[in-house]
């Protein structure tokens, strides 16, 4: 039987595991050139509540639409909990009114799974135009140390 304070122990370690393997792959999107940053933005899926007109279900009825949101912080206020994880973009070439830039969103998972909320955002990132593609960057079962990086498919 594991106590809390074991439980608690492993929490950190594995925080502190996901911590550094996100600064690892910001270091390496970095060294291809790409320019990163945290995103600190979030897709709200699900209900809001909204005013209504009176009727059999009363004032308030819910609507059901996804939107960007700011990011909540985390505990503490440590870090945002925006959706990907990073921001990344990098000049493509020159149009007639100034520089293409070529922008991925990057979301860092050490087993490279995503649940079914996660694959929600990031179809309605994808389909709203908001990122040109998402990467999911994960560890390499094959090489230690190496990161991949697999495209997400709607």
Not at 1 to 10: D, L
Not at 29 to 43: A, K
Not at 53 to 61: A, I, L, M, S
Request: proline letters at 3%; a positive charge.
């Amino acid at each position: 039987m594991i106590t809390k304070k074991e439980r608690s122990k492993i929490g950190r370690q594995n925080k502190q595991k996901g911590q550094r393997f996100e600064l690892s792959v910001c270091k390496d999107l970095e060294s291809q050139g790409w320019i990163v940053d945290r995103w600190s933005s979030n897709v709200q899926l699900g209900f809001e509540m909204e005013q209504g007109v009176k009727g059999e279900e009363g004032y308030v009825w819910h609507k059901e639409y996804p939107r960007l949101i700011p990011a909540k912080s985390g505990i503490f206020r440590l870090k945002n909990t925006g959706f990907p994880d990073f921001i990344a973009f990098k000049p493509k070439g020159r149009a007639r009114f100034g520089i293409v830039y070529n922008i991925i969103g990057v979301e860092c998972k050490s087993r490279k799974y995503l649940d079914a909320t996660e694959k929600e955002k990031c179809k309605w990132l994808l389909e709203n135009g908001i990122f040109n593609q998402i990467l999911i960057a994960s560890k390499s079962k094959k090489q230690r140390g190496k990161i991949e990086y697999n495209e997400f498919g709607i």
